[in-house]
T-cell receptor, first 112, second 116 residues
Framework: DGGITQSPKYLFRKEGQNVTLSCEQN?????MYWYRQDPGQGLRLIYY???????QKGDIAEGYSVSREKKESFPLTVTSAQKNPTAFYLC???????????FGPGTRLLVL | SQQGEEDPQALSIQEGENATMNCSYK?????LQWYRQNSGRGLVHLIL?????REKHSGRLRVTLDTSKKSSSLLITASRAADTASYFC????????????????FGRGTQLTVWP
């Protein structure tokens, strides 16, 4: 059963804490993406990766970090430098860059 | 950075009516895509139209693309309550000589509400 998964569904962060959001795909896609969505807003690109061991900053990369050590995995770390992390985070993948993107179910991050 | 902008921001109609949403963009593109998002869920791809196409159909969906006006429209015919969702357009950004950035640009979306 092919698809893209994100975990956890809900994540709570304390002040000064780094947290990591998981994104896994078994679609054999080369490209993966992380987006942030605030209430009533569109998607803003945080980071994207077109190939293993390579990634590029998106529009709002400050306070976030990523790695792409395996084709199927693209974890996102929200660092303590991100002062307003409360949002809905969406991961997506596509067979190639700028083609159809397949989205995971999202992770909602809340600050305690 | 915003490439696509949907219009209207919100649309409310009765079941059975048609819903039309528009998207305008700024730069040349290779393709334009429409996605749907139910509340609290991930986006689902609806349709992709390439820059050399003018119209495309998929079931009750009809998408048009006018590259001279840098605009696209999504028409949903005979709307159903289950069509209630946010609809987003997304474009790549053609930078000339076959080069594009490896990403899409999403608009802010149109919130469609279909009343039974």
């Amino acid at each position: 059963d092919g698809g893209i998964t994100q975990s956890p569904k809900y994540l709570f962060r304390k002040e000064g804490q780094n947290v990591t959001l998981s994104c896994e795909q078994n679609l054999n896609h080369d490209a993966m993406y992380w987006y942030r969505q605030d209430p009533g807003q569109g998607l803003r690109l945080i980071y994207y990766s077109q190939i293993v061991n390579d990634f590029q900053k998106g529009d709002i990369a400050e306070g976030y970090s990523v790695s792409r050590e395996k084709k199927e995995s693209f974890p996102l770390t929200v660092t303590s430098a991100q002062k307003n992390p409360t949002a809905f985070y969406l991961c997506a993948s596509s067979i190639r860059a700028k083609e159809t993107q397949y989205f995971g179910p999202g992770t909602r991050l809340l600050v305690l | 950075s915003q490439q696509g902008e949907e219009d209207p921001q919100a649309l409310s109609i009765q079941e059975g009516e048609n819903a039309t949403m528009n998207c305008s963009y700024k730069t040349s593109i290779n393709n334009l895509q429409w996605y749907r998002q139910n509340s609290g869920r991930g986006l689902v791809h609806l349709i992709l139209i390439r820059s050399n196409e003018r119209e495309k159909h998929s079931g009750r969906l009809r998408v048009t693309l006018d590259t001279s006006k840098k605009s696209s429209s999504l028409l949903i015919t005979a709307s159903r309550a289950a069509d209630t969702a946010s609809y987003f357009c997304a474009t790549d950004a053609f930078k000339g000589r076959g080069s594009t950035l490896g990403r899409l640009y999403f608009g802010r979306g149109t919130q469609l509400t279909v009343w039974p």
